[in-house]
T-cell receptor, first 110, second 113 residues
Framework: QKEVEQNSGPLSVPEGAIASLNCTYS??????FFWYRQYSGKSPELIMS????GDKEDGRFTAQLNKASQYVSLLIRDSQPSDSATYLC??????????FGAGTRLTVKP | DAGVTQSPTHLIKTRGQQVTLRCSPK?????VSWYQQALGQGPQFIFQ???????QRGNFPDRFSGHQFPNYSSELNVNALLLGDSALYLC????????????FGAGSRLTVL
């Protein structure tokens, strides 16, 4: 079982729609959870972090965490073509060791 | 405020050779982590350095080694290169006292022929 699992996609949504990205993790000792965005040929950049159960909103982005189900999600509202990228879910263990999923490729069509 | 800087940006090596990649962390950060990202995959954790010591290590062979200097900069060394070592090598820095938020450099693209 992989430590962090994501659907590889590609996920395609029309402009203005809601994009929903999902992630599951295996280690119940995981402490912190992150979503990174990676444009083709570029390095990952942090877009959201979440540390406790529930929802966290930042502009058009909402991260959701359910530790009991070991599940993290990212919702992107009013998706724009500039949101087209690979989204990486990352999970940090108690020792600050951060592990990444394989990423979900999102395409937003105009 | 300079972010994370890595060098070189691109390099080509042949099988069996050795390579050294360098990283300067973001100002104020004291921890450096190295990741290998193969094409179409997520970053795979190689190791993490803090206070000039390797603190955590992922599932990588001993051919992969590193070092952290007193100024927090770091090197990644890979010996006896294999074709499968071709990848983007990412350095990420963070603050031990912070919330473990990683800031990535632009990466070093290694091609092994």
């Amino acid at each position: 079982q992989k430590e962090v699992e994501q659907n590889s996609g590609p996920l395609s949504v029309p402009e203005g729609a809601i994009a929903s990205l999902n992630c599951t993790y295996s280690d119940r000792g995981s402490q912190s959870f992150f979503w990174y965005r990676q444009y083709s040929g570029k390095s990952p950049e942090l877009i959201m972090s979440i540390y406790s159960n529930g929802d966290k909103e930042d502009g058009r982005f909402t991260a959701q965490l359910n530790k009991a189900s070991q599940y993290v999600s990212l919702l992107i509202r009013d998706s724009q073509p500039s949101d087209s990228a690979t989204y990486l879910c990352a999970v940090s263990l108690w020792n600050n060791d951060m592990r990444f999923g394989a990423g979900t490729r999102l395409t937003v069509k105009p | 405020d300079a972010g994370v800087t890595q060098s070189p940006t691109h390099l080509i090596k042949t099988r069996g050779q050795q390579v050294t990649l360098r990283c300067s962390p973001k100002s104020g950060h004291d921890t450096v982590s190295w990741y290998q990202q193969a094409l179409g995959q997520g970053p795979q954790f190689i190791f993490q350095y803090y206070e000039e010591e390797e603190r955590q290590r992922g599932n990588f062979p001993d051919r992969f080694s590193g070092h952290q200097f007193p100024n927090y900069s770091s090197e990644l060394n890979v010996n006896a290169l294999l074709l499968g070592d071709s990848a983007l090598y990412l350095c990420a820095s963070s603050s031990r006292a912070g919330a473990n938020v990683l800031t990535f450099g632009a990466g070093s693209r290694l091609t092994v022929l």
